[in-house]
Nanobody, 116 residues
Framework: VQLQASGGGLVQAGGSLRLSCVASGSIFSIVAMHWYRQAPGKERQMVAG???????AYLPSVKGRFTISRDNAKNTVYLQMNSLKPEDTAVYFCNADGPGPEDDYWGQGTLVTVSS
């Protein structure tokens, strides 16, 4: 499975961005997809996840502001980010999980910078 993330950029506080992650390869094996982020000097944290059945989960600090969704026809997962805050500044990574522990795939990061 290969993942290609895009959509990062510089935005003012209160603004919005939409990240996209296109999956290719053995996508039939994917059972869940996630967005993670890593700010400078901090550990990587899961921001949002979506299961094949559509169930979603969010980091508490982004709930109500971020929405994860998927377009199966385009093999794409999105992260709509609204009401962005400076503390949302980080490199955002797309992740896909398969049925086994070895089925863990990562895309390249996309930088989101929120200015105050």
């Amino acid at each position: 499975v290969q993942l290609q993330a895009s959509g990062g950029g510089l935005v003012q506080a209160g603004g919005s961005l939409r990240l996209s992650c296109v999956a290719s390869g053995s996508i039939f094996s994917i059972v869940a997809m996630h967005w993670y982020r890593q700010a400078p000097g901090k550990e990587r944290q899961m921001v949002a996840g979506i299961l094949n059945g559509g169930s979603t989960a969010y980091l508490p600090s982004v709930k109500g502001r971020f929405t994860i969704s998927r377009d199966n026809a385009k093999n794409t997962v999105y992260l709509q980010m609204n009401s962005l805050k400076p503390e949302d500044t980080a490199v955002y990574f797309c992740n896909a999980d398969g049925p086994g522990p070895e089925d863990d795939y990562w895309g390249q990061g996309t930088l989101v910078t929120v200015s105050s």
